[in-house]
Structures are given as C-alpha cells and as structure tokens.
C-alpha cells in the first residue's frame, strides 16, 4: 500500500550525484570536470585533491557523494567505477554594479553553477 518506486534515470551499472549553486562561473567549473572525465575514480579524487583550482574542493565532494551513492544505494564496486560524464550547467547570477566616470555604472555579474557527475561500473580487462 507505499508509494511505488520512481524509475532510475540512469542504466544499471551508473550513479550521479549534482551539486548546485557553485559560487563560481561554468567556465572555470568545466575547466576542473575535463580534469576527472574518463578518469577511474581513485584517480580523479587524487588529481581533484592536489588541484590548485579552488573550485576543486566542491567538485571533490560531489565526486565522493556520487561514489556513495553507487556503493550504498546500487550496490556498485567502488573498486571498477570511472568518471563517465561531468557536465556544468549554469545556475543563477547576482547583479551588482559599481559608480564609474561620468556618471556611469559599471556591471559586475557574480555567476552561480552546477555540476553533475556520473559514475560507471566498468568490467576489468584481463
């Protein structure tokens, strides 16, 4: 007599976790996902952890959020999981401005972003 389950969005053999509202602009957060995409898991954590960007931090935990979610939830080898995707998204962005010469106002946009990152199990090659 519950509620039915909702449908997976992703295959079998994936998980994704998102974060939103990344106080950075989507360009400089793609930068950092080319960093993990194709990667194995371990691997990305480790480059994401030594990263000199300072977005790297937040994009580590959502990586880590979507390795729990592939162990705890779907019951995946965290062992065999690499980074199938990361796509960057825009979010909101704050107007703020500031008095310049002659009367004018100069615009300053401070942009807001989101990250998904998919994981997949991936069958070891012998």
């Known amino acids: 007599m519950g509620k039915e389950n ?3 969005r992703v295959a079998e053999n994936e998980a994704f976790a998102k974060t939103k509202m990344l106080r950075t602009s989507p360009q400089k957060l793609n930068l950092v996902a080319q960093l993990i995409r194709g990667k194995k898991v371990d691997r ?12 790297a931090g ?16 779907h019951g995946l080898d965290v062992d065999n ?3 199938a995707e990361a796509w960057v ?3 909101l962005v704050m107007k703020r401005g500031r008095p ?6 100069g615009k300053i946009m401070k942009p807001f972003s989101e990250i998904t990152i998919k994981v997949r199990q ?5």
């Open 81 to 83: 999981l690499v980074v």
């Open 122 to 126: 991936v069958e070891e090659q012998a």
């Open 100 to 105: 310049r010469a002659r009367g004018r106002y």
């Open 6 to 8: 909702n449908p997976r």
């Open 89 to 91: 998204g825009k979010n």
């Open 44 to 55: 990305a954590l480790a480059d994401l952890t030594f990263s000199h960007k300072r977005i």
């Open 58 to 73: 937040d994009v580590r935990k959502c990586l880590q959020s979507a390795i729990a979610n592939a162990e705890n939830n």
